[in-house]
């Protein structure tokens, strides 16, 4: 592999997609990574295999009611077992050379901030995190020396075409999007659109919530949020662009009329590995592309009267303050009611704006402040779905 010195990395939300992902290429690079932390929700089985395959120094399940379960399961394994939020948050502050945040939702917030309060490689899949916490984590990042790699497909993308520009050289940054399973679907039928249709994505194969996001095009709207802070050019240098067979991963637009895009396969497998190897590249096993066989990429503008998720997340970068913050709690919300058949598909952006519309507490100042403003988010947006029901 390209690397040289062996790095510890920890890994937040490991039994998921990108976990999966992040860990299939530590497995194939043997002796590059020293895993210190792996951490879930409340698979405890699918941890503790994780946490014994990879000698793990720590195994973390979120929910407190698991840690018997865990203690039962590393028994004799040597790998330490905590369980709850508090200790989730230590072993992100345990400062691995690499954390990988890869929880889904504002639930990796605290960890996240642990981990870029450490000064070290913080490689960002947790975009709700950052779209919550905006300034907040930005100046934490600022503060504290954290290199943040976005993992994100399309911030990867970016990151690599920026190539160390500066902002002022930036005309346009371009967020390639696919479009989602119902890209082509009518107003009509998409309030319609089943849960089951709606994670079944054609491009990518992803956790259940981001692949409703990609439905509703609200990933593109965070996604959007996201870049407004990884790259400061502002909000009018942003753009969307729907791009099918999702093989441009996103671009940047030079002031000379130059523009660099990044290709690749659709597996986050690649943008992963650009983290884990940064500054230096290591091998994949995705296959190359291979453009005489895709033959033809194409590009459309995004139509946000079927999809008005970007316009309401453009509003919220605008309005700033606590409105991202608000505008991912209640869509968390509404994907959830969603997944769980309480609401139809439309009415998931829907609900968001109806919440960003009954008015925004004030700006979240520290991360206890963002956390506050997500639960109070929570809270009405579930008060909000029960009437129209
Ligand atoms: P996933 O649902 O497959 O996995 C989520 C992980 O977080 C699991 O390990 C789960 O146990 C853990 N988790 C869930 N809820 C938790 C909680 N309340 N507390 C602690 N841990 C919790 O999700 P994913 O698809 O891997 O996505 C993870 C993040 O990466 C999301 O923010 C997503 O938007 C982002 N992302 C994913 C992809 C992708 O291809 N999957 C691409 C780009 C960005
Ligand atoms: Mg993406």
């Not at 119902?182 to 249709?197: I, K």
């Not at 729907?242 to 637009?253: D, F, G, K």
């Not at 000379?256 to 940064?278: E, N, Y």
Request: glycine share 8%; charged share 20%; with cysteine.
């Amino acid at each position: 592999n390209g690397m040289s010195v062996q790095r510890s990395i920890t890994v937040l939300g490991a039994t998921g997609s990108i976990g999966a992902s992040t860990l299939d290429l530590v497995r194939r690079n043997p002796g590059a990574f020293r895993v210190e932390a792996l951490t879930a929700h409340a698979q405890v089985a699918e941890l503790a295999a994780l946490a014994r395959e990879f000698s793990a120094r720590l195994a973390v399940v979120a929910d407190p009611a698991r840690l018997a379960d865990l203690r039962a399961a590393l028994a004799g394994s040597g790998v330490e077992a905590a369980a709850g939020p508090e200790a989730l948050v230590e072993a992100a502050a345990r400062g691995a050379d690499i954390t990988v945040a890869a929880i889904v939702g504002c639930a990796g917030l605290a960890p996240t901030m642990a981990a870029i309060e450490c000064g070290k490689i913080v490689a960002l899949a947790n975009k709700e995190a950052l779209v919550s916490a905006g300034e907040v984590m930005t100046a934490a990042v600022a503060r504290s020396g954290a290199t943040l790699l976005p993992v994100d497909s399309e911030h990867n993308a970016i990151f690599q075409c920026l190539a160390g520009n500066a902002p002022e050289h930036v005309r346009m940054i371009t967020l390639t999007a696919s479009g989602g399973p119902f890209r082509d679907w009518t107003a009509d039928r998409l309030v319609h659109a089943t849960p089951a249709e709606a994670v079944k994505h054609p491009n990518w194969s992803m956790g259940a919530k981001i692949s409703v996001d990609s439905a509703t095009m609200m990933n593109k709207g965070l996604e959007f949020i996201e870049a407004y802070h990884l790259f400061p050019v502002g909000v009018e240098r942003l753009r969307i662009l729907v791009h099918p067979q999702s093989i441009v991963h996103s671009m940047v637009e030079y002031r000379d009329g130059s523009t660099l895009a990044q290709l690749g396969p659709s597996d986050m497998r690649v943008p992963i590995a650009s983290c884990l190897a940064w500054p230096a590249r290591m091998d994949t096993p995705c296959a190359p592309l291979d453009l005489a066989e895709i033959g033809e990429l194409t590009f459309r503008r995004p139509d946000e009267s079927r999809f008005p998720a970007t316009r309401l997340a453009r509003e919220a970068v605008l309005a700033g303050g606590a409105a991202p913050a608000v505008l991912n709690a209640a869509n968390e919300i509404a994907v959830a009611a969603f997944l769980a058949g309480k609401i139809g598909f439309t009415r998931i952006v829907a609900c968001v704006e109806a919440v960003l519309d009954r008015g925004l507490p004030p700006p979240p100042a520290c991360l206890a402040d963002v956390i506050a403003v997500d639960h109070e988010a929570r809270l009405r947006t579930h008060a909000c779905m029960e009437p129209v029901r």
